[in-house]
């Protein structure tokens, strides 16, 4: 099969989120699986020759390689990516973003009949790419090159819409009649995440829990109803881990490498996590681990309710993260009043994120809407049992086997389950049953990419 992956970031050029990883990750276990793959991303400032050996095409167009001999182009336009950051700036998401998606997307589908790269599917992922089939289906529709072409579209987060104003449509080219309640009108705004699942042939999201919860009115952000008409077509597919950078064996930045067979060794970056985060350093002691944006929807309003009691608990907590101003002065404060129970670090530290996942006995994710998330599934892979809420990709991974899990998102049921985790510690032969349940676990994206082949598979069944 021929496809085509279209998606504003890819690991390793360039990284907001964890869109970046499916994009980089996926292609590659595609190639393993036989597939002839290409992608196509806009090229951004920090895209640069040297790191990624990066050759010219022609005007306008760059490329690399990943994998074994993946073509990934690069759209180029000075003046629409020459800029420091990939959507905005301190002041907020750039205001030409319209105008810079539109120039990518007319410029990945001019290349793929330039290459004469007749793709099977075209995989595109959240409103960057969104205006590829959109395009594809109102201005290309009669281009024979596009004739057998099929499409899925993946939302990683339907929070994240495109939303413009209305006098921006004209911008688009294409005709009014495609600004209407049924293809990209939303609230008298243009809507490009919208256009994205009325065009695609198919739709699909990144966990199974989280395509059921977007059709609905709680978890939907206004498109539950598009969804709902076109629910035949909607999937959930998990992501997948990246074991060659997330395993104890292996990792280079944790203090002592272990395995599912010498779990021991994790009793050494306990002990070093604690040190490194000035906390009194003991084995029998829970140590709780968070890495995450400081944000509401990651659960920090719980919380933050329920911190008081937390650190009254016989615990340590590790927070690595930034986010919103309110948390960052609160956990500030608690951390100041509690020094031998918290250990707050508001930055990104990729080294310290390591230490964190390998060094902690469990990893807090009370997240109150999930996707997918990643976290929970790097901690099981080193023996740390995750806490979560259940909602999204974290009620598709973890269970009460080989985790905590509460339902109802409430503080004092965070609580709860934070009693239960801590009591459970206590039993170190149970324990360590836990910590092995968890390190069995295989999230691999081996397993996910066979899962988007089949759901290929049903795009190219359906009929234009």
């Known amino acids: 099969m021929k496809i085509a992956v279209c998606a504003s970031e890819v690991v390793p050029f360039a990284k907001t989120g964890g869109l970046a990883d499916v994009a980089g990750a996926l292609p590659v276990e595609l190639e393993a699986l036989g597939h002839e793959v290409v992608i196509i991303m806009p090229r951004y400032k920090a895209i640069q020759e040297p790191k990624f050996k990066i050759q010219k095409l022609k005007e306008g167009v760059s490329y690399s390689v990943t994998g074994k001999k993946i073509k990934v182009y690069f759209i180029e336009n000075e003046a629409y990516f020459n800029r420091d950051g990939l959507y905005g700036d301190k002041a907020g998401d750039y205001k030409d973003n319209l105008d810079r998606f539109s120039c990518y997307s007319n410029g990945a589908l001019d290349l793929l009949k330039e290459i004469n790269f007749k793709a099977d599917i075209i995989h595109c992922h959240d409103w960057q790419s969104a205006l590829v089939l959109i395009y594809l289906k109102t201005h290309k529709r009669d281009d024979p090159f596009y004739r057998d072409t099929r499409t899925v579209f993946t939302i990683h987060n339907i929070g994240y819409q ?233 009620a598709d991974t973890v269970t009460t086997h080989d985790g905590f899990v509460f339902d109802k998102y409430k503080s004092a049921d965070l609580i709860k389950t934070l009693e239960k985790a801590v009591k459970a510690f206590k039993d170190q032969n149970e324990w360590l049953k836990l910590m092995r349940k968890a390190m069995q676990n295989n999230f691999s994206w081996k397993e996910s990419a066979k899962d988007y082949i089949s759901l290929y598979e049903k795009a190219k069944s359906k009929s234009r």
Not at 255 to 282: H, M, R, T, W
Not at 371 to 394: A, D, E, H, N, R
């Open 162 to 394: 495109g939303l413009f104003p209305k006098d921006e449509f004209p911008k688009l080219g294409i005709g009014w009649e495609y600004f209407n309640m049924e293809k990209l009108e939303f609230y008298d705004k243009i809507n490009l995440l919208k256009g994205g699942m009325v065009f695609s042939d198919i739709i699909n999201t990144v966990s199974p829990t989280y395509a059921k919860e977007i059709q609905t009115k709680e978890f939907g952000y206004g498109l539950e109803g598009v969804l709902g008409k076109r629910k035949r077509d909607v999937f959930g597919i998990l992501n997948g881990l990246d074991y060659s950078i997330w395993n104890p064996e292996t990792d280079k930045f944790i203090a002592k490498n272990f395995s599912l067979k010498n779990i021991e060794g994790k009793n050494v970056d306990k002990a070093d996590l604690q040190k490194i985060c000035g906390l009194p350093v003991d084995a029998k002691i829970p140590l709780f681990g968070v890495v995450s944006r400081l944000a509401e929807q990651k659960g920090f309003d719980i919380l933050a309710e329920a911190i008081e009691k937390i650190c009254r608990m016989k615990l340590q907590l590790v927070i690595l993260g930034t986010g919103d101003m309110k948390y960052h002065t609160l956990l500030g404060d608690i951390a100041k009043k509690y020094p031998k129970v918290v250990s707050l670090h508001l930055k990104f530290d990729d080294t310290l994120a390591h230490k964190i996942y390998a060094g902690s006995d469990i990893f807090l994710m009370p997240s109150k809407y999930e996707p997918c998330g990643l976290g929970q599934l790097i901690s099981m892979s080193y023996g740390t049992i995750p806490l979560v809420f259940k909602t999204g990709g974290l």
